[in-house]
C-alpha cells in the first residue's frame, strides 16, 4: 500500500467505516427510508405527468440519498447543505411545469438556475394561498392560516440558507477537526430532512390534487401547514 493510500485508509475510510457502524447501531433508519420510498413515488408519479419537466428529481432523489449517506458517514454539515439544493431544484421544477417558456430557456438555452425559493414567493406568489386555488380550490379549508404553505417554505429555506452561509450555531466542527459519531448531529440532520421531503410531498399533493396515497398524505401533514382530514 502506497504511502498515500495509507493515508486516506487512515484519516477517511476507517473513521467513515466506524462511524457507519455506529450509524447503524444508533439510528432507526426505517422512518427516513419511508420518506425516500414515498419521495420516489412522487418523483415516478411527476415524470408520468411530464418527464421533461421532472427529469430534474433524478437528481434530486439522487442528491436526497447522498445527503442521508453524508450524514450516516458523519459529514452532518454537508448533508445539512445538500437540502437547500433539494428544496431550490424541486420548487423550480413545479415552477417550470407552469411555465413551459421559462423551462425551455432553462433547458434548451442553459438559462440560469435563478428561481430560488424566496424568489418564486415574493416574486411570483408561488404556494401562496390564492396560487394554491388555481389547481386545489378548496385550500381555505385545509390551510392553518392563510399563505400557511409559503409562509414555512420560506422559514424553512431560511433555515437551510443559514446553514450554507455558515451561521455559526448551524457549523458542527468549531471545537476540533474531527470525525465522529454524532447523534444530536444526525438527529437536527434527520429532523431538516424530513422537513424538506414532507414540503415537497405535500406541494405534489396540492398541484396534482393527488390524496389517494395515505402515506403521502401523512407525510405531508407532518409539517403542520394543512390538515385534510
Known amino acids: 500500500m502506497s504511502i498515500i493510500s495509507k493515508q486516506i485508509q487512515e484519516i477517511l475510510i ?23 420510498n414515498v419521495f420516489i413515488n412522487v418523483k415516478e ?18 442528491d436526497s440519498i447522498a445527503c442521508m449517506y453524508n450524514a450516516m458517514s458523519g459529514f452532518y454539515h454537508i448533508a445539512n447543505i445538500g437540502l437547500r439544493s433539494i428544496l431550490e431544484m424541486a420548487c423550480s421544477a413545479f415552477y417550470y411545469y407552469d411555465h413551459k417558456i421559462e423551462h425551455y430557456l432553462y433547458m434548451e438555452q442553459n438559462a440560469k438556475a435563478d428561481k430560488y425559493v424566496n424568489t418564486l414567493i ?17 385550500i381555505n379549508n ?12 420560506k422559514r424553512l429555506y431560511s433555515k437551510l ?27 437536527y440532520f434527520q429532523d431538516n430532512f424530513k422537513d424538506v421531503v414532507s414540503i415537497l ?17 401523512e407525510k405531508a401533514q407532518q409539517i403542520g401547514v394543512v390538515d385534510f382530514e
Open 14 to 36: 476507517e473513521p467513515v467505516s466506524s462511524i457507519h457502524d455506529e450509524s447503524m447501531k444508533q439510528v432507526d433508519f426505517e422512518t427516513m427510508l419511508e420518506y425516500i
Open 45 to 62: 408519479m411527476l415524470q408520468n405527468k411530464d418527464e421533461k419537466v421532472f427529469n430534474v428529481w433524478n437528481e434530486i432523489v439522487g
Open 122 to 138: 415574493d416574486n411570483f406568489d408561488f404556494y401562496k394561498t390564492n396560487y394554491i386555488k388555481a389547481f386545489y380550490p378548496q
Open 142 to 153: 385545509n390551510e392553518k392560516e392563510v399563505d400557511s404553505v409559503s409562509k414555512y417554505l
Open 161 to 187: 440558507c443559514d446553514i450554507v452561509h455558515g451561521r455559526f450555531y448551524t457549523l458542527s466542527k468549531t471545537d476540533e477537526l474531527k470525525i465522529e459519531f454524532n447523534i444530536a448531529q444526525f438527529n
Open 201 to 217: 410531498i405535500l406541494l405534489f399533493v396540492l398541484r396534482f390534487n393527488d390524496l389517494a396515497t395515505q402515506q403521502m398524505i
